[in-house]
């Protein structure tokens, strides 16, 4: 019998949410890529959106990296996700789908990014799930205790590196 | 027959999402008091998500005024609303309901806030929804095409000046 | 202080939910009619999806006898309501909405109805909400524990009736 | 480099979801067992709703065939899901999940299954997507127009083979 096996990090499945714009550049499209090569390479499975710019490049990268890649879909229809999403989520539930792609990650790497990628950095801090910053938004509180904790990376292989380490924390003591 | 009739600006039923947190102090919570209460005195109706902090306070304010108040909760039960809110809609689905919070609003004044409504902030931008910020959260964008379109207001009563001016013309030119 | 006022039932706020097609002949349009009339005679409140058909019928019933209609629509937009709709919730979540229909009434009642009427009356079921059937789908379970509690109607006025007694028992007695 | 695979038949993923209570007897665990287990044989990925009864059993089946599971959780929290789930997606949006069930297959398999099955049997319906029956509900429909399409299955093998045609000629075919 065929046995399917997953990619796995010390005998746990690990997805790692990458959250960014719908358009971007072709630095950042680099950098996204870099982003999801490197957490497949790492035996984590990628979690995104499923869309275009940022959504489509680190899915990219997972892909050319021999890796697994979710695409959690705002539209009732497979047929909108980027060509490098193996397990597509047609929620149908439009932009409200933006908690269930940050809910489905055991950590969160944001990178650039615009609007509804703030309402997605919202939602990470607001769960207590570890978030990454590479090049994103910065955001400055009204109030000390909203002082959110952010783990900022320099590198696309720093941003990979603490979102799996954090995440690996977080299956272990967090209440799942 | 009695004809119960709703408030109206202008012939045309207005509604203003005030979005903050579910905790805050005094100083807080008497200013977003204010805005229910302005926002009521000027005949638009409240929608909040009809929980404690920030949004018991401005549906308080509302009632004091007279006015209606709508609570998009995200709870499978009415029960958990402040007993300020008039039309309960239990949605069920958690805090995907910021989304719902931010859509039935023609404008949205933000006071105070923490990282649930940093989510409805990046969600009022992705929207193009008019946002009237009132000591709230600061945001840097990475990039210049992200720069938020973001009215600052100085006074709560200032606040509800703008979002009734910015919701008039939404409900007039926007695609609603 | 002008003070408005939504109607009340024994000093509650009383919502029934009105679930059927968005396509409908003119007999079961009249029927919707009467319903959304009645509704509104006896001081509830009138909950549906907000779009054409039985939507539309129990609305524009609603409306005609000075009642409030609530639209939980399924799209982001205001303007897909029909035309009778009060309070527009445009939720954006498409017909994940249909949860929010039923949870946001203390009665169910449905009519006629096509697929998406199913799950409402399906979700109506599954969370014990009391559910009045007229002349909508007959359901045999296959197994005798899933044996559906429904209050059947014969007559537009009996559903509202028996839909207004079931909601102020819900009210008293549910945990809401 | 290690390439993960994931199954395939002919070149595509198909994913077949199975749709039942939580709760459920020996005969019909054992039944949705077989359903899994022959889904997974067949090279197919199973979705279902992560819980116990029904969702249990047919995980169970994929796995002990070999086979990728995935669950759509209602819940915000992954450790709800039964021990058979390979992906756990933990939406927090309640049982507004059905929907996301029903979308996520490419053909839908019913068996046993009480009032949250009865929702996903309307919305796989409504979505014009293939449902394959096997022992659950009976639908009279009030008129003629609503006559559902329904593949009435006498064994879970059969069952199995009809979604999995359903499903292949729905990716080939439908707007997916």
Same mark, same amino acid.
């Given at each position: ?50 869309? &275009? ?7 990219? =990268? ?16 497979? &047929? ?11 929620? =149908? ?25 703030? &309402? ?5 801090? &607001? ?50």
């Amino acid at each position: 019998m065929i046995k399917n096996k997953l990619p796995e990090i010390n005998g746990r499945i690990i997805k790692i949410s990458v959250i960014g714009g719908a358009k971007c550049g072709k630095a950042v499209y680099d950098d996204a890529y870099k982003i999801g090569y490197c957490i497949a390479k790492n035996n984590a499975i990628l979690v995104c959106g499923g869309l &275009s710019g940022v959504m489509e490049a680190c899915a990219h =990268g997972a892909k050319d990296a021999g890796g697994i890649t979710i695409g959690i879909l705002p539209a009732e229809y497979e &047929s909108l996700a980027n060509k490098y999403i193996d397990i597509k989520i047609p929620t =149908g539930i439009g932009y409200a789908r933006n908690v269930i792609v940050v809910k489905s990650g055991h950590a969160v790497i944001a990178i650039d990014g615009g609007f509804g990628t703030l &309402s997605e950095i919202g939602y990470t801090l &607001s769960y207590g799930k570890p978030l990454i910053a590479y090049q994103t938004w910065t955001l400055i509180p009204c109030a000390s205790e909203y002082e959110p904790e952010i783990h900022i990376a320099k590198t696309p292989e720093e941003a990979v590196k603490k979102a799996i380490e954090h995440a690996l924390y977080y299956v272990k003591n967090a209440v799942l």
